[in-house]
Nanobody
C-alpha cells in the first residue's frame, strides 16, 4: 500500500510558476513509476507527465511539454512537478499517482487526494 500526499498548489498569475510535490509513505517508492494527472473544471482527468522508477524515462503531454518538468528524489520518497509559464488553461486539480509500470494513461494503482492549481489571467 502506498499513500501519496500532494502539496504546493495555489493561486498564481499567468506566466508564473509553481512546484508541486508528492510525498509517498512507502519504502518501496523506488519500485514505482510515478505520474501526474490533472482534472480541469468540468472536464475529465487527463495525463500530464510520468517518470520511471529510475528517472531515466520521462513522458509529457503535448500541452505541457517545454513548460513542465517532472522529477523524483528516491531518497526522499518524493516526486515533483515544476510548472513554468503557467496559463489559465492549466487550472485544475492536480493528482500524483503511482504504478507498477510507467504509462501515460489510467489506471494507476495509487492516487493522492489532489491539490488545486488556479492560474489567473
Amino acid at each position: 500500500q502506498v499513500q501519496l500526499v500532494e502539496s504546493g498548489g495555489g493561486l498564481v498569475q499567468a506566466g508564473g510558476s509553481l512546484r508541486l510535490s508528492c510525498a509517498a509513505s512507502s519504502r518501496t517508492f523506488i519500485s514505482y513509476a510515478m505520474g501526474w494527472f490533472r482534472q480541469p473544471p468540468g472536464k475529465e482527468r487527463e495525463f500530464v507527465a510520468a517518470i520511471s522508477w529510475s528517472g531515466s524515462r520521462i513522458h509529457y503531454a503535448d500541452s505541457v511539454k517545454g513548460r513542465f518538468t517532472i522529477s523524483r528524489d528516491n531518497a526522499k520518497n518524493t516526486v515533483y512537478l515544476q510548472m513554468n509559464s503557467l496559463k489559465p488553461e492549466d487550472t485544475a486539480v492536480y493528482y500524483c499517482a503511482a504504478n507498477d509500470i510507467m504509462t501515460v494513461a489510467e489506471p494507476y494503482d495509487y492516487w493522492g487526494q489532489g491539490t488545486q492549481v488556479t492560474v489567473s489571467s
